[in-house]
């Protein structure tokens, strides 16, 4: 079977060369690789519908391809599920493509390769020379494949051979109108508001003299077209050299576009598994975050514009490796037998993986550290790829100083595979990269860029309106202090986290969080000095608490490590530190600073694209092992969803699915599961974020004995909804009494189970006693009361009142959640309001008068009392006396004693 395809997210030229191709294999099927732009559906469904007929790759057997003919592209991770083809006994492979040649090529039988504008240029020779007949229709098609690729004959790709291919089909009787109908588009009104968007987002930076404008900007939904947006600005802006890094719809895109022949955006583009021209091109990332995308791309500019090839010289050869499958026992072994404490982990079984895809040669990274620690814990017998790192970057041969500099400076890792032609040929360590830039001074960062020609990138305004505007006159001044300490300390002084998120959201939040670039425990002491505080000193974490007299509480915390602001860059001076602080942080919405000092107070800190996340409601995190450095940042992202009516972006749902799949919570003994988890119980209606946790399968972490529950059943949902009901039915009643929600969802999650299931939860989360005891005494007593009051019809207020006396107010709210007969849920309800508010008109001063003397005898007469005045026994104060005198007759002082 003879198959023609073209590359993923198909374009005019690839859509025309496939037609092409067609009449030099009438024989072969038209089959997609994957989805086509937005206006080549439309110019299929409107012009093509009938005429060919595209097949998609799931309607073929792959293995049965014996002949494929591949256009427009030769990466093989551009042609999607067709690549599975690749691995077919005796397939021939002919290729026909137009873009410059890039490692990893596929290599063919038969290549037909130039570098021209287009490749339908090429069909278009080879049309011409075997003289085969091409109509108005099909000179059409064939014209816009051109067109487009060659921005109608104007890019810098542009070449004599595409000017006469589209006037030997212009003779043919290609029609211009057509063409102009599916190449030139207005914007619609969605499409300026993207636009306008843009154009805020856009940053400007200066590489080796060179202006590059760099928009990053973040969707909710898949826009088609938004080529034709980054187009526009372009031409309205007259941009040069443009990258927009666009997160739509849980994936980023790269769309590139140059004017000028210092910058060869395809080249930029192929670093992130894309392609295309010189002058145009474009990557999709499924993989990767805004942040990431955008700090990556930063890294390709420094490195293509700039190459200083070293790693050659730097890495140390042959590489020392383990295999993922060997066992960590092994590992200790042979780092020992060659005195190093980390190695990289390769794959024993190179090969493809089910896309087709290569697998990579390195799957990870194993330290020492690691190792002993696992050994330490009886698990030197497990596999080295179940504890290795394997976020792992590597380089080639020709890697430069700033690619190392930036993957073992700014990512930390600790060292660097240089991999050739798909073998490793060394390592580069962080003493390999010290050794350089301390032997070779004309290597030190500051003799490579100078911070002036690179300005810092983060988004920035002043929000000193918006503090004076929410925060109270005293606050004001807390901060202008803090600022000034930092002044005279010399040093920047930032609040951070969630008081700028919701700032923002224009939200209250009295929770403020300070960090200072420099000694924060010293800078805590003088402030506390300074404003009459008490202080308290973490040393370990470099943090520090001050209590004001009015009871606010400072939280200090010291940004402790630098950040390169570019590869082989000094630290950047102003904001350095905080970078990297505000990059550890939980989500994208929480990484935002602001500062305080005098000459810069109220200016926001915003590196990672913040404010568009916030505008766009959506929760993401900064990198891709966020929840591998904190697994409990996943009850957070739910919570914050859950409370701020955000969505988690499908990247980040990802990378949950992931995390949960890797047994991160194999140690949910950790008491900061359940301290996330109680935040969580304690929103407002807790009910959504518990089914959203059942989603990401995290039930049998939290509560693995529950195993009716692991997912949430018709009935499991239906209590929680109860349990909403009651809170909401007790907050309405306005009455003082506080409650914690959590109480009264845990004892809901844990209704339809012993009581042996709830001690070993709070046995697995280390709750204290006193509060493991308060647990289990409200479910015994409540799971009894319950079924005693929906046994019992008819029951009296006193009969009430003794059956519920003895729970919380979170009991009572889980005994009426879980109810089902409404009578009972009428007691709790009369019991609530009233019934427990009632007192006997005789007291205790009273019994002393008539002559009672204290003792227990007072307690079973109030109460005796008070259980007839519920029932309506008594009703006056001379009632009362009547049934004191008749149930307990005044003796002698003696034979009361």
């Known amino acids: ?220 939904n898949y826009v088609d ?145 690691v190792v002993e620690r696992a050994i330490k814990h009886d698990l030197g017998n497990l596999q080295v790829q179940d504890y290795m790192a394997t976020d792992v970057e590597v380089l080639s041969l020709n890697a430069t100083l700033a690619d190392i500099q930036e993957i073992i400076i700014e990512h930390r890792q600790r060292l660097i595979p240089i991999v050739h032609e798909g073998e490793l040929k060394g390592i580069i360590t962080r003493t390999d990269l010290l050794n350089r830039l301390v032997n070779d001074p004309s290597n030190l960062p500051r003799n490579l860029l100078h911070e002036a020609e690179y300005p810092s990138l983060e988004r920035s305004r002043n929000l000193t309106h918006l503090l004076v505007g929410f925060l109270s006159r005293d606050v004001i001044l807390l901060m202008q202090t803090i600022g000034e300490v930092a002044d005279e300390f010399s040093c920047n002084a930032f609040v951070v986290g969630g008081f700028v998120r919701d700032l923002l959201l224009k939200k209250p939040n009295m929770d403020l969080d300070f960090v200072v670039e420099g000694d924060g425990i010293t800078f805590a002491k003088k402030l506390a000095e300074r404003l009459g505080g008490r202080v308290r000193i973490h040393e370990r974490f470099g943090t520090a608490a001050i209590i004001l007299s009015s009871g606010l509480k400072l939280d200090i915390a010291t940004a402790r490590l630098e950040y390169y602001e570019y590869p082989a860059a000094l630290p950047t001076v102003e904001l350095s530190s905080i970078k990297l602080d505000l990059y550890r942080r939980d989500f994208t919405v929480n990484a935002m600073a602001i500062q305080l000092n005098p000459a810069h107070f109220g200016k926001l800190i915003d590196f990672f694209n913040s404010q568009n996340d916030l505008k766009q409601m959506a929760i993401k995190v900064l990198h891709n092992l966020s929840f591998v450095d904190d697994p409990t940042r996943i009850f957070r992202a739910v919570r914050f969803e859950n409370r701020m009516d955000f969505i988690i972006v499908k990247h980040t749902e990802r990378l949950i699915r992931n995390a949960v799949r890797m047994n991160l919570f194999g140690k949910a003994d950790d008491p900061r599961f359940f301290t996330e988890l109680k935040l969580l119980l304690n929103e407002e209606n807790a009910s959504p974020a518990l089914e959203r946790l059942a989603e990401f399968g995290l039930f049998a972490y939290l509560w693995p004995d529950l195993q009716p529950h692991l997912e949430m059943d018709r009935r499991f949902k239906h209590c929680l909804e109860q349990v909403q009901r009651s809170l909401s039915w007790f907050k309405l009643l306005y009455i003082s009494d506080e409650f914690e929600p959590w109480i009264v969802y845990l004892l809901a999650i844990m209704n339809r189970s012993p009581i042996k299931v709830l001690i070993n939860f709070c046995n697995r989360f280390q709750l204290p006693a006193k509060q493991k005891e308060f647990l289990i005494n409200e479910k015994n007593v409540a799971d009894k009361t319950v079924n005693f009051l929906s046994r019992r019809g008819g029951l009296k207020n006193s009969e009430i009142f003794t059956a519920l006396r003895a729970l919380s107010i979170e009991g009572l709210l889980y005994l009426m959640a879980v109810a089902r007969k409404s009578e009972v849920k009428k007691a709790v309800s009369s019991y609530v309001t009233s019934l427990r508010l009632e007192t006997p008109l005789l007291n205790g001063e009273d019994l002393k008068r008539l002559g009672y003397l204290p003792g227990p005898l007072f307690k079973e007469i109030i109460d005796s009392l008070l259980l007839a005045r519920l029932d309506g026994t008594t009703k006056s104060k001379k009632d009362e006396l009547e049934l004191l005198k008749e149930q307990y007759p005044l003796v002698p002082p003696t034979a009361q004693q």
């Open 225 to 369: 077209d938004f080529a034709l947006i980054v187009r526009r600005f372009m031409a309205m802006e007259n941009i040069d050299v443009l990258f927009t890094v666009v997160s739509m719809a849980g994936r980023t895109y790269l769309i590139a576009r140059s004017r000028i022949s210092d910058v060869n955006v395809g080249v930029i583009a192929r670093d992130f598994g894309g392609g295309g021209h010189a002058s145009a091109a474009s990557a999709t990332m499924k993989e990767m975050t805004l942040v990431e995308a955008h700090d990556q791309l930063i890294r390709s500019l420094h490195r293509h514009i700039r190459p200083q090839a070293i790693a050659r010289e730097m890495m140390t050869s042959p590489a020392k490796t383990a295999y993922g499958e060997s066992s960590l026992y092994e590992a200790q072994a042979r780092m020992t037998r060659y005195n190093i404490n980390a190695m990289p982990v390769i794959s024993s079984r190179p090969g493809y993986d089910k896309d087709g895809h290569n697998e990579p040669l390195i799957t990870g990274i194993i330290s020492r550290q």
């Open 1 to 220: 079977m003879r198959v023609i395809t073209t590359h993923i997210n198909a374009d005019f030229d690839g859509m025309a060369s496939m037609i092409a191709a067609k009449k030099l294999y009438p024989d072969a099927l038209l089959v997609f690789s994957g989805s086509q732009e937005k206006t080549l559906r439309e110019f299929i469904s409107q012009t093509l519908l009938y005429q060919y007929d595209f097949l998609k790759a799931k309607q073929i057997v792959l293995g049965n391809v014996t002949e494929l003919i591949v256009v427009d592209t030769r990466s093989s991770g551009r042609i999607g599920p067709l690549a599975a083809c690749l691995r077919n006994r005796g397939l021939s492979l002919h290729i026909y493509d137009h873009h410059p040649r890039s490692d990893g090529d596929m290599k063919g039988d038969l290549e037909v390769i130039r570098d021209v504008g287009s490749t339908m240029t090429l069909f278009a020779e080879i049309l011409q020379e075997k003289k085969l007949p091409v109509n108005e229709e099909e000179a059409t098609i064939f014209s816009l494949g051109i067109y487009e690729d060659t921005g109608s004959l104007t890019h810098l790709t542009t070449t004599p051979d595409d000017l006469r291919a589209a006037a030997w089909l212009l003779e043919k009787g290609a029609k211009l109108d057509v063409i102009s109908q599916f190449i030139s588009h207005d914007l619609t009104s969605h499409q300026v508001s993207y636009l306008n968007d843009l154009m805020k987002c856009a940053n400007r930076i200066i590489i080796q003299d060179i202006p590059v404008v760099i928009a990053p900007l973040s969707l909710p």
